[in-house]
């Protein structure tokens, strides 16, 4: 697993897109940060993170569009699956370089934290912690549902716009909750929805219930992937 | 070392590996051969654990490949058909990657440098897979197979792409290796396997056709020799001559090759040699012999034997192909001869003026 993790890490910065992935991030990042923030005089860092979410959404899917569909166009896969490593750590260890590239330009956004300090404001401690971790666990809930749609197809496209289309779905589940009539089916959709677990995270509040669902994300779209591997074997 | 029972892969209807049962023992080279499309790559497949099997089993010393798999995997060397490179890695980047992924135990550097030396690309060692020509790839696709000197290696037409030299030093590695290690290799090239190989199996439509040394094989394809003979004159009377002449069974115009000359190709009856008959027949008539040679057995030949049942004569145009590509592929040593014997003929040529 850890090989795989290096050579993949290693990868997004051996081609354009690790580069393209996090230039654009933090230029974002940067844009909300100086527009929402340095300019206007406020201290919210809830309010930027809420901004990086959707640029999260944005940037996901050319994160992990390549992830699985390019190493079986070019029948790398033959080398992965032939080689002594079981299925669930060649997809754990590709989920885990995702998430450490993503996981870096986040830590550059710990500069802007250091700033608010430095200017005097005085952010609450448990509402920055409460940020970075609602923000990498909903990057990570993400780059699972990247991977897994990467593993249905050996085309990177197809993959990237089949991404956009989940996320964007995913995007207006909180929409589509609050047009719902039924209040039964309004909370079940409003529970699907991952802006519906930020809110919490975003105001300092640590919720078991929150962190669950997106670890079940997570969980859930590794195992479809390694399920999908695994019928293609004996298929 | 390698035993496979029963195994069948089924595609839909279709079987691309029809109830496959063989062994390999310890130390053995194995040859796979059979068309496009036989289930040569499906085999290999199923035996390295890329793909699961319909049914059947495949074990890799004592290791069953789905029942045990990370065991079995780290006896097995696989390079498949296209070699599985990362096009972003440099040569030596990328088989350390390959180090670390098969959890190879030992001094990771001298691990690397051996098969670096097997493969004969220490040279470019450095350089970015993207940037090698097809030939390197290859090497480089099978240096990774030879890392952590597994048991098994299965090479998936190992001398493909590569020019003839290459060839002939990738055999050599292969024949060298084959002390060791066992060897399951494919291949469309019969000289290859006459080269390398202990024992063949053809397989044609997932079934086995044959198996058998290389030796046995061909003789027990060639039941009657066939010459090629280029003669120059006129076509009657050259067929005329070659039928009076004692023990030849059947002669058929094949194609004009020079201006004036045709190629015959000349079937004896068993045991007859009737080359030097042949010779001093059509030297009396005044016919010169340009060239003769043995009609070498090709695999496709043999494959014809041994799956069109007995028949034996080929289309003239797809023997043409046969021959064109075959040297085409290489220098053979029986084209080889065919030279000499030419040269030698033109020799006899010119002593009878």
Redesign the interface.
């Known amino acids: 697993m ?3 993790f ?2 993949e890490f290693k ?1 997004y910065f ?2 354009p897109i690790g580069f393209i992935f996090v230039g654009i991030f933090l230029f974002m990042a940067g844009l909300y940060f100086y527009v929402g923030n340095l300019a206007t005089n406020s201290a919210d860092i809830g309010s930027l993170f809420r901004q990086l979410t959707f640029v999260l959404m944005f940037l996901t899917p050319i994160h992990t569009m390549r992830l699985l569909s390019e190493e079986r166009r ?13 299925i669930l750590s060649i997809v754990f260890g590709k989920f885990l370089a995702a998430f450490a590239v993503l996981a870096a330009a986040a830590g550059v956004t710990v500069l802007y934290t250091i700033i608010f300090f430095a200017l005097g404001a005085h952010p609450s401690f448990a509402q920055i912690i409460g940020n970075y971790v609602g923000f990498l666990l909903m990057a990570g809930s993400f780059i699972a549902i990247g991977l897994f749609i990467s593993s249905l197809t050996v085309n990177q496209v197809v993959a990237a716009v089949v991404s956009y289309a989940t996320f964007f779905f995913l995007l207006i589940t909180g929409w589509l909750a609050s047009k719902t009539q039924d209040p039964n089916t309004a909370k079940v959709i409003e529970y699907l929805s991952p802006n519906s677990h930020y809110r919490n995270f975003s105001l300092g509040i640590f919720n078991v219930a929150d962190a669950v669902y997106y670890l079940s994300m997570i969980a859930l779209f590794v195992f479809l992937t390694v399920r999908v591997i695994e019928k293609r ?3 | 070392m390698i035993e496979i029972k029963n195994l069948v892969k089924r ?1 839909g209807n279709k079987a691309a590996v029809d109830n496959l049962s063989f062994t390999v023992p310890k130390g053995e080279i194995l040859g796979f051969l059979g068309p496009n499309g036989a289930g040569k790559t499906t085999t290999m ?1 199923i035996l ?5 099997s319909t049914s059947g089993t495949a074990t890799i010393a004592g290791y069953d490949i789905l029942e045990q ?3 079995a ?2 006896k ?1 060397g ?1 390079l ?1 058909e ?1 070699p ?6 440099t040569v030596q980047e990328y088989l350390q ?2 180090f ?4 190879t135990s030992g001094n990771k550097r001298k691990a690397i440098d051996n098969v670096l030396e097997l493969a004969r690309i220490g040279d470019v060692k450095g350089r970015i897979i993207k940037n090698l020509s097809k030939g390197y790839r290859q090497r480089v696709g099978l240096a ?1 197979a030879l890392i952590g000197s597994p048991e098994v290696l299965v090479l998936d037409e190992p001398t493909v792409g590569l020019d003839p030299k290459q060839i002939i030093e990738i055999r050599n590695v292969i024949k060298d290796l084959g002390k060791e290690h066992t060897i399951i290799l494919s291949t469309h090239i019969l000289p290859e396997v006459s080269a390398i190989c202990e024992r063949v199996i053809i397989i044609n439509k997932g079934k086995i056709a044959a198996i058998d040394t290389p030796d046995n094989l061909a003789k027990r394809m060639s039941h009657d020799s066939r010459l090629s003979v280029r003669i120059v004159g006129d076509q009657q009377q050259v067929l005329q001559t070659l039928r009076n002449v004692e023990g030849v069974k059947h002669v058929h115009t094949d194609s004009m090759k020079e201006p004036s000359a045709y190629d015959y190709i000349v079937e004896a009856e068993k045991d007859f040699d009737i080359r030097q008959p042949l010779f001093f027949a059509l030297a009396q008539g005044g016919m010169p012999i340009l060239h003769m040679k043995n009609f070498d057995m090709s695999l496709e030949d043999i494959f014809m034997q041994l799956t069109a049942d007995g028949s034996k004569a080929l289309r003239p145009e797809k023997k043409k192909a046969i021959a064109q590509e075959k040297t085409e592929l290489e220098p053979t040593e029986d084209t080889i001869d065919a030279e000499q014997a030419t040269k030698n003929g033109g020799e006899e040529d010119a002593s009878d003026l």
């Open positions: 850890l090989a795989i290096k050579r990868g051996t081609s070019a029948k790398l896969d033959q080398l992965l699956l032939t080689s002594p490593v079981s074997r004996w298929s | 595609y497949n390295t654990g890329y793909i699961a798999p990370i065991e995997k780290k097995i696989y498949p296209q599985p490179l990362y096009m972003d890695m990657f390959v670390e992924l098969k959890k990774q």
